[in-house]
């Protein structure tokens, strides 16, 4: 995840499934990801680097606070007040699938558009003063 925070920037991706460990060894074989464990207790979700060593996503398995994510690739996307984009969401049309939610330091929702689509907002501790989401 990258250290400066622009609100309005994609921060973050992050695919959270059922079986993590079948699905980090798929990334590992088809892009040559490779992977470090992130402990969550009694098992480990991952960070993926690029062939530079560089983490570029996590593979996280559908448990715990995560249980209720769909199975997707989601971006997060830093943003300075999420409660007030949580509430502009409900107001266009859109719904809360999860949080807002404390995660890592930092304050996170996943919401979804009148599409369907999700999209995960996240508010870190500190944040540039660019664009609001």
Known sequence: MTTEFISGQVTWNDLTVPDGEAVRQFYESVVGWK?????MGEYSDYSMMDVSGTVVAGVCHA?????NLPPAWLM??????????????RESGG???DGPRTAGGARIAVIKDPAGAVLALYEPESTSPEVDG
């Open 63 to 67: 448990k715990g606070e995560n249980a």
């Open 35 to 39: 992977s470090s464990p992130v402990a």
């Open 76 to 89: 997060y996307v830093t943003v300075q007040d999420l409660d007030g984009c949580v509430a502009r969401c």
């Open 95 to 97: 719904a809360v699938v």
